[in-house]
């Protein structure tokens, strides 16, 4: 009874003997002290109470559980165990993490590592339990010889008896068999490793010769050994702390004691032998305090657990001071150091088993009374390791028994009585397990044998001590030492004999209720063995046993009611054994219990009083039996009807004892006759009046128990219910009560059937006429009942079976007031019962079934109004019923039931102001909605239920109406739009079940109007009404009634309804509620989208629908496409099956809906993954034309393994399997069908998610992989396709698949695949630029791509061809070169490797060069700034295009091959911006040749070969742009070492000779170069070259060609000799002379420099050449103060050239002197001027006259010059020798003195003065200072010679003498 109650903590005495207790080992927990004797593990003992733990926490303890004597000592020094401890142990009950109980410490979450340090720290052991280490096994024969020889025997001795017993070489198989045995057992085992024999006793050191800590092995100092020591003074430190501070730990501490205790068993998972013995080391040490051993030992244990070897040496000094701990006990805390080392010992046990149990073994010798502990720690050990313990288990037995005798001290025989205790159960647990054990086989006479001689001497010897608590003891061990003498016939008659030891206890001061279950064990064993207590003693028995019951309990016994239901037991038992005297003393005892309350009484009173009737002594309980009897059916019934809804303890018991009193009274009933009739009108009133359920079935058995045995003994009168003057209820009520409760038949227990039974039985009371039915369909109703249960039958058919039988029992009464009376039965009933409930339900069907057959019109109306008015209408479930019941009734009685909800409608209006009909229900108002909404649904149902004929006539304007009437003039909350939606699907329903196809419903519109406006007022974020579902659901049932529907409104219901549903968010799984009208919405969807599929099932219809699921299927949230997949899978199931055509799909809807459904296959939800695969399948059958044609083939069972396989998560596989799929469709599709899957499947990407588009991406390779090579003429379509969905494409794991399609296409379509690409717009945005980029991936292929557009760009320059195929109207369609360029410019870009590049270089920058040329064309140039579509920045400079494209792409092929350092040259030179200037392109072009020549020099030849052609290209700015390259290529000896210089320089000349004088330019400059490139070959050409050169000299229209020329000439001429020129040497001098005054300064240089060449060649011709020198020497020596400083220096440099010729050594010299010492060379011109007045007068006369032609030079320094030269030619004063510093010859003073003298009247004229004076005059007026200031001082000089000439007439004069007069 114990077991059943369960302990609290709080108990005054712990049911140890009750819990369950988890110890190290395999038996990871039994009950001890029951009957049960194993329990699995993870059940709480004694129920979940016990220990306060979170529900869901393994029950389990952190450490062996206590042995029974240290419990006792427990309690005997009133300790009781707190909450959070175990009851037995009194150690903290540990809730293991998650992850079992050898889950890592360290690894615990810092919410479960508190309470883990706590407990930890409070001494708390490992929580892992122990698997043990099978050991050898020593038999029997081995075991009783080392018995004999009186102690130990060495390890040779033991060995060689455990060999003759085993046999050699057995141990590792039976190791083997026990690990596959216990797999099944659900027993804790771990492999271990092998272990090592029993040493000898010799090798095992005693306690006292156990090494030292200087002995142990390790570091003396420091390591391991420190680090533990140092963990364990933290343990120590926080110990002395807690002490001073608080007698309660705080969390810090125990923090940090648990932190130290798992770092040193981290610090063991690495070196568990070095940290072992360093921790032994430490347990060594004199000075340590028992705190410390404690935590220790608590260590050591947690290492034990974990996996891995141990090292023997330290094992074995580990068992031998831990047995040394335990044995010496000294003071308390000694004692819980000793249960420490103890606990240790055991979970060594579980891999070195052998070493423990000897050391165990060692100490305990017979007849010499062992240690205290040794008995506990092999308890322990025997509960760890039943198995291995078991061999050893006889000799330990014995061993004890010669120790009982020794045992005087209360605390050695508890701790003996409780040692006992755990092997007994030990026993019990390996007698029902052996068959998991290795060792041989033991039975349980092994044992018997020892433990009836312990049992004998408990009973006689200890169990008569006057210590309490070793009686207790006693007592406790002896119920499992029974439990294994009792079923062994020759041992059970031994126990007999100390029966009356055991009644003598009663007398004592222990618990009865004890002594009572061991009495009770022995008398259940013998009733059940059938063998008898000996009747001398059952006289004891029962004589003890009454006096239990009679005498009153002592006050100490606190279990006296438990006992007394014990003794009652007792009593049951001995009931088949009973005489006369044990009979009437049973008698006795029980009526001496009659008036005691407690339920356990009442329930032993009343199972004795069942037994009594049943083993036939009816008489012994005829009167006082059956009084008690009836008494407690009335309490209980009583009771338990007014009780509340509670699990009380209370409740509980009532329960039982109503439950046992219905038994009894069935038995009664059954058993005793003769039974008065007032029990049977008190069972009879039972049935009219009692709600109690369970009742009703026992007292309808016992009932028609009565009445069959009345009936058998045929009294006086049949009717029993006028027998014995005892009276029926009215038969309508009996039968109405009945009916009501057969209803839910299976509320009680059989409850049904019974009363059919006492139905069947009455039936000549009830209603004779009936007799005969019920006779033939009361069997048949018990029949169906009997078949089925509870769990299988079904309350609609059983009802309707039962509502069918009233119908077919009230049409014998027809003509006749019995159907009314009965319903007014009926209809009076209903208040008896709750709302809801199946019986009330079952009255409202009963009540309107049995209306609708009444006779009376006026009476039927009159109880329906009733019904009406009673109703509480805010009651749903009343509210239903009365509706059913008015509809029920319609069935008879239509036109009374319309006019019975006319007139309620009438007086319900007459208070419609108001709405409170006070007048028929006071206690709750109604609202007005609620009744409107049950009036629309009560019309309804007359409709649903009344007689087709009826029905037509009145559904409209009597019925509809009505409906839309109350809607209409409603709130319009969702209780009535629910009976507005209830009513329309049942007038609906009414109406389809006419049949009549051509009956047209008018109000059909009006009500579908009002429905979706319903559809659009339901909110999309939450589903919490059905309102929408019922919508669906009604406008499914209307689009089947006429007239139909159009389809616009076929397509607006459909999208609606999508609308209304879709987006609902998904329901939570704590929500069945919400799942259900989830589930019922989705239902009805696509109820109505099939149907409205029906009205166009033709591939058009197919496709609108389609067309309102894509945006679902593209949704971003999961939940909606999922509902859209699997509503797509319907209705293409629904197609399939319904479609006739031949061809199901039109063309391209395959592909399409394949493309929109593709990605799916790759969703996040399963169900739409394999919703997708059979939207596939179904596609497939389809397209075929025949739906039954992909059944059963190879493709469908691929498709449906890989449905399968679509469960996984992995999305790596989930891709793959998409692959799959997609694999199976591209063999299926039709060619025409794959432009229109790839389309389709491109317009997913980017509209839902990325898994999604990855999907897609990867059906388009595959198809491209699989169908590409069919695919050449749709490759633009495709391209097209992809460019225009890449830009929303942003995940580079969809980009880069994407851009793998266009790759494979580019490899099977390479010039369409450029073509498609080449039409893109300008300027190339950044998708079509990666496709490019991607191009280059592959360098093969790139340069196939590279010069495919080289050829693209070469063939615009080409002429025209025709086109002779669609391939080539396709490739030479209208391409801009300039997006080849780019392209070109985004491959090499992409190259990863500048070689890869050089192979082509030349003809990649000559393609591009050929193409930057030709944006020189005047077509393009004349074009505006902004016709070809340039990227405004902000700035025009920074405009994009054509040409800057072409350059930079120039740029970008020259970094990729070129230096550094050419690309730094041609970034200083500005090479690139004078490429883009149209103005400055030649100049670049130049600039850009000269560095390609200089930096690529191995490609000159190639560039040559490329280049040659375009010299003589007709396209000019090609041609310019060659001849610029040919310029630097002259340079190089290339063109002459390849012999490519003779064509090189026919096409040159002809350029030389070419109108555009650009082109004569370059040419000419590349003819000149010819003297740098190969000048061994210009006296070759130099006719050719003397005949260009000299047409260019003379170039009308370009100076700069002339320029070019005399670069050229100047070049050439160092080359060549005077004799080559021929003639032309005076036409080059003579044109050479005209170009000195030019006013291009690099013509004039360079006149200069040819001059001076020219000079040098002259010497056959120095004549004509001094007459040039003559006509040139002005402009000479004016030019020295040229304006440019390069003409001036090349003019001094010709000047020392020419001045040989004049043959003026003095000024020769004088020349060289200034030039070499850098003077101004005006001084030369003064001393020039000076000698030329001497020596040449008339000279120095012209050249005065010729530098007066200068005045009007547009130079401001030639005109100084000139003036400058002026004067001092024509100036006496500039003939001043003073002014001449470097002339002292006196002659030459002479001489000059005398040319000024001579000069002005020989040199000029009075008119050329005055010219002389007006020009000067006009220079003074010039804008320039300089020129002002020569005038000025010229004219100065002038006007003084002017003076001096008058002052030399005037003397000249006077000198002269007067004319004499003749």
């Given at each position: ?556 016994q606190q279990f006296s009611s438990e006992n007394l239901a014990e003794v009652v037991q007792c009593f049951i038992a001995l009931v088949p054994e009973m005489n006369n005297r044990t009979l009437h003393f049973a008698v006795k005892v029980v009526r001496n219990a009659l008036c005691d309350p407690r339920a356990k009484v009442k329930l032993a009173i009343l199972r004795v009083i069942g037994q009594l009737a049943i083993s036939g002594y009816q008489e012994r309980v005829r009167g006082w039996g059956l009084r008690y009897v009836s008494l407690q059916l009335i309490l209980s019934t009583y009771k338990l009807m007014n009780r509340q809804e509670s699990c009380s303890q209370a409740d509980l018991e009532e329960k039982m004892v109503h439950k046992v009193t219905m038994d009894t009274v069935r038995i009664i009933t059954a058993s005793v006759s003769g039974v008065i009739n007032e029990f049977w009108l008190k069972l009879l009133g039972y049935i009219m009046e009692t709600e109690y359920i369970e009742a009703l079935t026992p007292i309808c058995i016992s009932l028609t128990n009565l009445a069959e045995r009345q009936r058998q003994q045929k009294e006086s009168n049949a009717n029993v219910g006028r027998s014995g003057q005892v009276e029926l209820p009215a038969p309508q009520r009996l039968l109405a009560r009945l009916l009501v409760l057969l209803s839910a038949p299976y509320k009680g227990e059989g409850r ?1080 000025k001082e010229t004219l100065s000089i002038l006007r003084e010679r002017e003076l001096k000439e008058r002052e030399v007439v005037s003397e000249a004069l006077r000198e002269e003498p007067a004319p004499q007069e003749p």
């Amino acid at each position: 009874m114990m077991a059943e109650q369960g302990c609290s903590p709080s108990s005054p005495v712990c049911c140890g003997c009750q819990l369950l207790s988890f110890v190290p080992g395999r038996r990871t927990g039994r009950v001890k002290g029951t009957n049960e004797e194993w329990r699995e593990p993870g059940v709480p003992p004694c129920g979940a109470a016990h220990t306060p733990h979170a529900e869901g926490a393994p029950w389990l303890h952190p450490r062996p559980a206590r042995p029974r004597g240290s419990l006792c000592l427990l309690l005997s020094q009133g300790k009781q165990p707190r909450p959070g401890e175990d009851a037995c142990t009194g150690m903290p009950a540990l809730r293991l993490p998650p992850g079992g109980s050898g889950a890592d410490p360290t690894a615990l979450s810092g919410a479960q590592f508190p309470q883990l340090a706590s407990q930890t720290a409070a001494g708390g052991a490992r929580e892992k339990a122990l698997p043990p280490q099978p050991g050898p096994y020593l038999g029997e024969p081995g075991l009783r010889a080392l018995l004999d020889g009186g102690g130990t025997v060495g390890g040779e001795a033991l060995f060689s008896k455990f060999d003759k017993c085993c046999g050699p070489g057995r141990g590792r198989e039976r190791r083997a068999m026990e690990k596959k045995a216990l797999v099944s057992t659900r027993l804790t085992i771990c492999t271990p490793p092998p272990q090592p024999e029993l040493p000898e006793p010799s090798e095992l050191p005693e306690a006292s010769e156990l090494p030292g800590p200087s002995e142990l092995p390790g570091p003396s100092t420091g390591g391991i050994y420190q680090q533990v020591n140092n963990l364990l003074n933290i343990v120590d430190e926080d110990d002395q702390e807690s002490n001073c501070l608080s007698s309660q730990e705080g969390p810090g501490s125990k923090m940090r004691k648990a932190l130290a205790s798992m770092i040193i068993i981290q610090k063991a998972n690495a070196e568990p032998s070095e940290v072992m013995m360093a921790l032994i080391r430490s347990l060594q040490l004199e000075e340590i305090s028992i705190k410390r051993k404690i935590s220790i030992y608590t260590i050591l244990q947690g290492i034990i657990q974990q996996e891995g070897e141990l090292d023997e040496e330290c094992v074995q000094t580990l068992v031998n001071l831990a047995s040394r701990e335990m044995r010496e006990i000294q003071e308390i805390e000694g004692y819980i150091l000793a249960e420490t080392a103890s606990d240790t010992l055991v979970a060594l046990s579980r891999n070195h088993f052998n070493l423990v149990m000897y050391e165990l073994q060692h100490h305990l010798k017979p007849l010499i009374l062992t240690d205290e502990f040794v008995l506990i720690t092999l308890a322990n050990l025997a509960n760890a390791n039943v198995f291995e313990f078991m061999p050893y288990m006889g000799i330990t037995l014995a061993t004890i028994f010669t120790m009982l005798r020794l045992a005087n001290g209360a605390k050695m025989r508890q701790v003996f009585c409780s040692a006992m205790e755990t092997f007994c159960e030990a026993i019990q647990f390996y007698l029902k397990h052996w068959e998991d054990s290795v060792y041989p086989i033991m039975t349980g006479e092994h044992f018997m044998n020892k433990l009836l001689p312990m049992y004998r001497h408990f009973v006689t010897v200890w169990l008569r001590s006057e210590n309490t608590e070793v009686k207790l003891a006693v007592i406790k061990s002896l119920r499992p030492m029974l439990s294994l003498l009792l079923p062994i016939e020759e041992l059970r008659e031994q126990v007999y004999d100390y029966i009356p030891l055991l009644l003598a206890e009663y007398q004592g001061n222990v618990e009865a209720l004890f002594i009572t279950q061991i009495l009770r064990q022995i008398l259940e064993v013998s009733v059940s063995s059938n063998t008898p207590v000996p009747k001398m003693q059952l006289h004891t028995i029962f004589s003890e046993l009454h006096t239990q019951v009679c005498s009153k309990a002592p006050v100490l016994q606190q279990f006296s009611s438990e006992n007394l239901a014990e003794v009652v037991q007792c009593f049951i038992a001995l009931v088949p054994e009973m005489n006369n005297r044990t009979l009437h003393f049973a008698v006795k005892v029980v009526r001496n219990a009659l008036c005691d309350p407690r339920a356990k009484v009442k329930l032993a009173i009343l199972r004795v009083i069942g037994q009594l009737a049943i083993s036939g002594y009816q008489e012994r309980v005829r009167g006082w039996g059956l009084r008690y009897v009836s008494l407690q059916l009335i309490l209980s019934t009583y009771k338990l009807m007014n009780r509340q809804e509670s699990c009380s303890q209370a409740d509980l018991e009532e329960k039982m004892v109503h439950k046992v009193t219905m038994d009894t009274v069935r038995i009664i009933t059954a058993s005793v006759s003769g039974v008065i009739n007032e029990f049977w009108l008190k069972l009879l009133g039972y049935i009219m009046e009692t709600e109690y359920i369970e009742a009703l079935t026992p007292i309808c058995i016992s009932l028609t128990n009565l009445a069959e045995r009345q009936r058998q003994q045929k009294e006086s009168n049949a009717n029993v219910g006028r027998s014995g003057q005892v009276e029926l209820p009215a038969p309508q009520r009996l039968l109405a009560r009945l009916l009501v409760l057969l209803s839910a038949p299976y509320k009680g227990e059989g409850r049904g059937v019974a009363m059919l039974h006492l139905l069947k039985t009455l039936h000549q009371s009830i209603a004779p006429t009936m007799a005969d039915l019920w006779d033939v369909e009361i069997p048949l109703l018990i029949q169906y009942l009997e078949e089925h249960t509870q769990y299988t039958w079904n309350q609609k058919i059983w009802e309707d079976k039962l509502i069918q039988f009233l119908r077919n029992s009230l049409k014998r009464t027809q003509g006749t007031p019995w159907s009314l009376r009965l319903s007014r039965e009926l209809n009076h009933q209903i208040v008896s019962y709750e709302s809801p409930s199946v019986e009330k339900a079952f009255l409202y069907r009963a009540l309107g079934s049995t209306l609708a057959v009444g006779q009376e019109a006026d009476k039927v109306e009159a109880q329906l109004m009733e019904l009406l008015h009673k109703t509480d209408y805010s009651n749903d479930f009343d509210r239903e019923g009365a509706i059913l019941c008015l509809g029920l009734c319609a069935r008879g009685q239509v036109v009374t039931v319309l006019n019975v909800l006319h007139e309620f409608e009438e007086k319900i209006q007459e208070t419609e102001d108001s709405w409170h009909i006070s007048a028929w229900r006071s206690d709750h108002p109604w609202r007005r909605e609620v009744v409107k909404s049950a009036l629309m649904v009560m019309y309804s149902s007359v409709a649903a239920y009344c007689h087709p004929k009826m029905l037509l006539p009145r559904v409209e304007r009597e019925i509809t109406k009505k409906v839309l009437h109350h809607y209409a003039t409603s709130c319009q909350d969702v209780s009535l739009k629910m009976a507005f939606i209830q009513s329309i699907i049942q007038i609906c329903l009414a109406l389809q079940g006419l049949g009549k196809a051509d009956f047209d419903y008018i109000c059909k519109p009006e009500l579908t109007t009002n429905l979706i406006a319903i559809l659009k007022m339901e909110p999309l974020d939450s589903l919490v009404s059905p309102v929408r579902c019922l919508t669906m659901t009604a406008l499914w049932h209307l689009s089947k009634l006429r007239p139909p529907f159009t389809l616009e409104e076929n397509h607006e219901l459909m999208d609606r309804s999508l609308q209304c549903v879709f987006p609902l968010p998904p329901p939570g799984e704590d929500s069945e509620q919400v799942q259900t009208l989830y589930e019922n919405s989705m239902n009805a969807l696509m109820v109505l989208m099939e149907s409205l599929l029906e009205r166009e099932m033709d591939p058009k219809g197919l496709q609108e629908i389609f067309h309102l699921l894509e945006k679902w299927l593209h949704s971003e949230k999961d939940w909606e496409r999922e509902r859209a997949v699997a509503l797509s899978l319907r209705l293409l199931q629904v197609y399939r099956e319904g479609v006739t055509i031949l061809i199901p799909l039109k063309s391209g809807q395959f592909g399409t809906l394949i493309g929109l459904l593709a990605p799916h296959t790759c969703d996040s939800e399963v169900k739409t993954r394999q919703s997708t695969v059979d939207v596939i399948c179904c596609l497939l059958d389809l397209q075929v034309s025949r739906p039954w044609s992909i059944q059963d083939t190879a493709t469908e069972k691929e498709l449906l393994d890989i449905k399968e396989e679509l469960k996984t998560t992995d999305m790596d596989k989930l891709y793959s399997l998409s692959a799959r799929i997609a694999k199976v469709i591209s063999k299926e599709v039709r060619w025409e069908e794959l432009v229109i899957l790839f389309q389709s499947t491109c317009e997913s990407l980017g509209a839902t998610n990325l898994s999604h588009d990855k999907a897609a991406v990867i059906w388009l390779n595959t198809i491209l992989k699989l169908r590409g090579h069919e695919l050449e003429d749709k490759v633009p379509e495709i391209l097209s396709t992809i460019l225009a969905h890449l830009p929303s494409v942003g995940h580079p794991d969809v980009r880069r698949p994407l851009v793998e399609a266009v790759l494979l296409l580019a490899h099977a379509y390479q010039e369409t695949v450029i073509t498609s690409l080449l039409r893109q717009p300008l300027p190339l945005d950044s998708n079509v630029t990666e496709l490019w980029e991607a191009l280059a991936e592959d360098t093969a292929f790139a340069q196939k791509i590279l010069h495919a557009l080289m050829s693209r760009i070469q063939e615009k320059k080409a002429p025209r061809s025709r086109a002779t195929s669609k391939k080539d109207v396709w490739r030479l369609a209208a391409v801009d070169p300039i997006t080849a360029v780019c392209a070109l410019h985004k491959i090499t870009m992409a190259l990863d490797s500048r070689e890869n590049l050089q192979d082509i270089f030349p003809e990649l920058s000559c393609t591009v060069l050929q193409e930057l040329s030709s944006t020189l064309e005047p077509s393009q140039a004349s074009l505006p700034p902004d016709s070809w579509g340039v990227i405004q920045t902000g700035n025009l400079q920074n405009k994009t295009t054509p040409r800057r494209l072409t350059v930079k792409t120039l740029q970008g092929i020259m970094s990729r091959t070129g230096s550094e350092e050419m690309m730094q040259s041609l970034m200083e030179q500005r090479v690139w911006a004078l490429l883009e200037d149209p103005r400055t392109y030649i100049d670049g072009v130049c600039l850009l040749a000269r560095a390609m020549v200089l930096h690529l020099s191995s490609h000159s030849h190639r560039f040559a070969q490329l280049l040659l052609p375009g010299l003589d290209s007709e396209f000019l700015p090609w041609r310019l742009s060659s001849t610029a390259f040919f310029v630097e290529l002259m340079c190089d000896p290339v063109l002459h070492r390849k012999k490519m210089l003779k064509p090189t320089i026919f096409k040159l000349a002809k350029g030389a000779s070419h109108i555009h004088s650009t082109l004569r330019l370059l040419s000419t400059r590349a003819l000149g170069n010819l003297a740098i490139g190969a000048p061994s070959k210009v006296k070759q050409y130099r006719k050719l070259l003397r005949k260009k050169f000299l047409c260019s000299l003379s170039d009308p229209i370009s100076t700069q060609v002339i320029t070019e020329t005399m670069v050229a000439l100047t070049k050439v001429l160092g080359l060549i000799g005077e004799d080559d020129l021929g003639s032309s040497f005076e036409v080059i001098s003579m044109q050479c002379r005209v170009f000195l005054d030019d006013e291009d300064e690099s013509l004039r240089l360079q006149a200069f420099i040819l001059f001076g060449k020219l000079a040098v060649l002259a010497v056959k011709k120095k004549d004509f050449f001094m007459l040039e020198i003559k006509k040139s020497w002005i402009p000479l020596i004016l030019h020295l103060q040229d304006p440019c400083p390069e003409v001036a220096k090349a003019c001094e440099s010709t000047i020392n050239l020419c001045i040989p010729f004049w043959g003026w050594k003095r000024l020769q010299i004088s020349l060289e002197k200034y030039v070499s010492q850098g003077l101004d060379l005006s001084l030369f011109q003064m001393e020039m001027c000076s000698y030329l007045a001497r020596k040449d007068p008339v000279l120095l006369d012209t050249f005065c006259a010729e530098a007066i032609g200068y005045y009007d030079s547009e130079w401001a320094k030639i005109k100084a010059a000139a003036c400058t030269f002026t004067g001092w030619g024509g100036s006496n004063e500039m003939l001043d020798v003073s002014s001449n510093p470097w002339d002292d010859d006196d002659d030459d003073d002479v001489a000059l003195g005398y040319v000024l003298e001579q000069m002005v009247p020989l040199s000029l004229g009075e008119m050329d003065l005055e010219r002389l004076h007006q020009c000067l005059e006009a220079l003074q007026m010039d804008p320039e200072v300089i020129v002002q200031n020569a005038a000025k001082e010229t004219l100065s000089i002038l006007r003084e010679r002017e003076l001096k000439e008058r002052e030399v007439v005037s003397e000249a004069l006077r000198e002269e003498p007067a004319p004499q007069e003749p």
